[in-house]
């Protein structure tokens, strides 16, 4: 089939790779020439494993080509993907303003029938509204139908995602329509939802708020379970055993960030205002997330008080989770900045995410580091703030003969607690009680002679 993907960020560019790697004749669209010019040279924008071996094959191959110009990219595509960014305006809605753009600017070009899709993700109702502003910009009679295939890719698996989904939603209006995204995508004999527009659009944020609020739900049972001396990975193992619940997502630790959840779950909030419904359990999700990285930061000035000046911390991890280069709504970057603004210096290390986290923390206090024992090096205490696999794997010992404290703080329960504390480490986890430490209550301020046992928390 003849495609043209709009928009070359994380859903367009993964896109464009995997559907010419079906065998498909590809044109990716992007108005910025100089991302063009990296991604055919095979330097990728983003860091997705597998990405560029894909898009450059399918370049050597002929099916992937590239262009700046939308009316170049559609003439003769039978699908036309629009997959531009929504970014979160002030509202707490997505701006749509890129999609109202793209959309005038098909419409002006439309030489044929072609099924243009939204994949960018996008409030109920906005597939309607493209449909109108093509109608309102193209030429009279011209045919053409709006088609919504929301995507569920993850960062840093967004390719397997791709290729091997759990299901493929597709709303559209006529069977027309249905035919033509039904022929894209039936080689891979997995579940086609087929439905109507709005429909198609309520599943994405559905799906993404849903997810957010099993990471909420877990991560206010690791309060309880800190307080009441239980095991929130314990929990959680036992719990997801349970098929009608599952293991996914179910990983306690500082709060879930990114570039879509904290989006997603804001703009389904507001949907539902706008439909005069008060979606109040996803208030709570928005409140309890917000107040999980407090309740960390909480931990750490219990034990080395609210004056952390001539405290050198290292901190491991950067992205907003593991495998990827993206510091969006990174809480690791929120607790960096709230450490440093309580006069600590930071040395830090992410496996990929150095050249972004410099963009916004700059160099006041913060030290960046090759390795991760580089940031131990005479630091007072270890901060795990990014699940990337490799922290799990540290050698205690090595780490115990940097630092000056044998102090952890894991915000990611990344690795086990009984090692460690057999260490000889003071080990402050995710949904665990630390041995030697009192119960907490993160909501009184002043706690700290009561929350250590033996005055020095070990
Ligand atoms: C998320 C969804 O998982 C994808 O299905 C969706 O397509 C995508 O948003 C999107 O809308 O584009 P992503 O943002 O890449 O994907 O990341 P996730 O793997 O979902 O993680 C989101 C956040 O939740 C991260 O900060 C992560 O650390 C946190 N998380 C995840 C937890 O704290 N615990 C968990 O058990 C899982």
Redo the contacts with the bound molecule.
Sequence with gaps: MKLCVIGTG??GLVGAAIFSDWGNEVIGVDKDASKIERIKAGDMPIYEPGLSEIVLNNIKENRLTFTTSVADGIKDAEIVFVCVGTPQSETGAADLSAVWEVAEEIGKNLTGYKVIVTKS?VPVGTNEKVKTIIRANAKEGMEFDVASN?????????VD?MKVPDRTVVGTETAKALEVMTRLYTHLGKPIVACDLRSAEMI?YA??GF??T??TF??EMAQLCERAGADVCTVAKGMGLDRRVGP??????????????PK?VAALYKTSTDQDYDFSLLRGVMEVNKAQKDHFVFKVTRLLGKNLSGKTLAVLGLA???D?D?IR???SIEIVKLLRGMGAKLKVYDPEAMDNAKKVLGDVSVEYCKSSYETMEGADALFIL??WKEFSGIDLEKVKSLLKEPIIFDG?NMLDKEAVQKSGYTYFAIGKRTNGVEKIDSRKSDQRSAFLTNGNGH
């Design positions: 994380y859903v993700t929301p995507e569920f890719l993850r960062e840093g698996s967004s995602d994405k799906s993404n997810l957010a099993k990471i877990i991560n996914a997502f179910l990983n306690a630790g500082i709060g879930y960030g990114g570039s879509c959840f997603d907003f989770k593991g990827t993206d709504e990174s809480v990014t699940e990611r």
